[in-house]
Each structure stands twice: as structure tokens, then as C-alpha cells.
């Protein structure tokens, strides 16, 4: 399902975050927010996934306000990783990962075999299976990320919005992580720290700046070295990587002088 952002302006403590923020992720396609910290990435993400209301402007997905949802209908439709997210929980791990397919259940009403086979075959996806008695509260980082990610294959759902996905993962779960998202080809809105991840893996980019989307387009066209410059505040230059092709952005970890 596509998802149109239209006009988005949200407001926290009294302050426009967001102002104005169009931009759209096509059926299938990966599109990812990139930006510095405070740019507006994850109020824009949770403004998708219904956690906060605009002030102006909405959210269409397939045509349809997200707002004009039913919160199980959304649930349906939308999967969130989010920033934010809870470790004190008695819970096993597979009882996190069983969350995703509540949409789909009726009140009192037990897990399915089907249940059990998709909430199994996530795990396996994000590389946890037979990890499925353990604790979450008692798994690193990384893993609790994965199973998150695991919670929201699980829900099967139209789209992803994942913020930072990537954060606490050593480098082989990054990259496998990524390589998940690309064979999954949902309808993805991802925020990503990494410029590289974000180029590798998206589709296309919205480059946001002071709560304003300032860039839209393929990693290529809009990941320059002047908007480097003037969004980012680094030197850095954009060459083709050796090994995959990708725009590849080298920063100049010495500064502008050199040293």
C-alpha cells in the first residue's frame, strides 16, 4: 500500500516540530528519512502510525486517512518499530513476537495453528529461533531489537515504519537486518542515521531539516556534497562503492582544516 504525507504540520509543547512535510513511500518501495538529531524524523513516524495527531495535515495510506481507522484496522494495515520502547516485561520472548498477530484475533480467543507457524517463521527470519522461552527483559540490546523487528513481521502487515532499526546491532546484524527489509519489499518508511545504510537500502530519500522536508528523491540526486554541507554540517564526498556500486559518502573525520 502507498502512503502520501500531505502537508504534515505536528506540534509538541506548544512548538511546530513538523511544518508543512509532504513526501510519499510508493507500494514496495523502501523510503527513507535521513536528517540530524531534532530534525522531526520520529514525530513524523509516529504521526504515521496514529501515536500522535497533526495539528495540520494528514496521512493517507492507500487513499485513506489513517486517522478515519479503526486502531485494530491501523494495526492491520501498519507495523511500528519505534525509538521508544518498554525492556521491564515479564514476557517470554515468543509472547512478545505472539503481540503481532493481536489484530487479528478476537477477544478471549486463543492463538491459531497459523499463529503459531507465522510467530515461529519470524522468529526464525531475524535469527531467534529456539530463543523463544528466554526472557525478554534479560536479552542484550541487539536481540530485543530483533525481537521487535520479529513482532512486526508477525503482524503481516501492508506496511513497516521502522525508526533507527538498526540502533544496538553489531555490524553482521545490521547488514542482515537490511538485506530482511530489502527481500520483504513492504512498503517501508525507515529512519536511518547511517547516510550509507540509507543509501544502500533505499529506494528514495527524504532529507528533513528544522521540522521541513528540504530533499526527496533517489540516494544519488540528493545525497550531494553540499547538501552534506548545509544539512549535515560535514565535508565529505560522494564516490560510487567498490564493492556494490552504491553511492558511497567519505566524511572528512579530520574537519574543513584538515587536521
Do not use: W
Request: hydrophobic share 45%; glycine share 8%.
Amino acid at each position: 500500500m502507498r502512503i502520501d504525507i500531505e502537508d504534515l504540520t505536528v506540534a509538541l509543547a506548544g512548538r511546530d516540530v513538523l511544518c508543512g512535510a509532504r513526501l510519499v513511500a510508493a507500494e514496495g518501495e523502501i523510503a527513507g528519512l535521513v536528517g540530524p538529531n531534532g530534525s522531526g524524523k520520529s514525530t513524523l513516524l509516529r504521526t504515521v502510525y496514529r501515536h500522535l495527531r497533526p495539528r495540520a495535515g494528514r496521512v493517507l495510506l492507500a487513499g485513506r486517512d489513517v486517522r478515519s481507522l479503526t486502531a485494530a484496522a491501523a494495526a492491520r494495515h501498519i507495523a511500528a518499530l519505534p525509538q521508544e520502547r518498554g525492556t521491564e516485561t515479564e514476557f517470554t520472548v515468543r509472547e512478545m513476537v505472539a503481540m503481532g498477530r493481536s489484530p487479528y484475533q478476537r477477544a478471549f480467543a486463543g492463538e491459531s495453528a497459523a499463529d503459531l507457524a507465522l510467530v515461529t517463521a519470524a522468529l526464525t527470519e531475524v535469527g531467534l529461533q529456539g530463543h523463544g522461552a528466554r526472557p525478554f527483559a534479560a536479552l542484550s540490546g541487539g536481540e530485543r531489537q530483533r525481537v521487535l523487528l520479529a513482532r512486526a513481521f508477525a503482524q503481516q502487515p501492508d506496511v513497516l515504519v521502522l525508526d533507527e532499526p538498526t540502533n544496538h546491532l553489531d555490524v553482521q546484524h545490521q547488514i542482515e537486518l537490511l538485506a530482511l527489509l530489502r527481500a520483504r519489499r513492504r512498503t517501508t518508511l525507515i529512519s536511518l542515521h547511517d547516510l550509507n545504510a540509507a543509501a544502500s537500502l533505499c529506494d528514495r530519500l527524504h532529507v528533513l531539516h528544522r521540522g521541513a522536508v528540504v530533499a526527496s528523491g533517489p540516494p544519488r540526486e540528493v545525497l550531494t556534497p553540499e547538501l552534506l554541507a548545509e544539512v549535515f554540517g560535514v565535508r565529505a564526498a560522494v564516490v560510487d562503492h567498490p564493492l556494490t556500486g552504491d553511492p558511497l559518502i567519505a566524511f572528512d573525520h579530520r574537519g574543513a582544516d584538515g587536521r
